[in-house]
């Protein structure tokens, strides 16, 4: 008997992912995630603004670094 494949990772699944963590994730970090250019990613996140998400962008840890995002509430049933 063979072992049923795991379901692979959309983009927009490991977008949320990355932004669920902690420390949340900077667009550099997105744009490797997923392989898009930051206009798409930006555009990801506005997305999930639009489908109930509050997507917060948090103070960089250091000067000169970029800022990171996070999610910090979702949409009920999601």
Do not use: F
């Amino acid at each position: 008997m063979s072992k049923p494949k795991p379901a692979r990772e959309t983009k927009s699944a490991a977008i949320c992912r990355l932004l669920s963590r902690k420390s949340g994730a900077d667009l550099t970090t997105l744009e490797k995630a997923t392989g898009w250019q930051p206009h798409s990613v930006r555009a990801a996140l506005s997305n999930l603004r639009k489908t109930g998400y509050q997507v917060d962008r948090l103070k960089p840890k250091t000067n000169g670094a970029s800022a990171p995002y996070r999610i910090t509430a979702t949409p009920e049933g999601a």
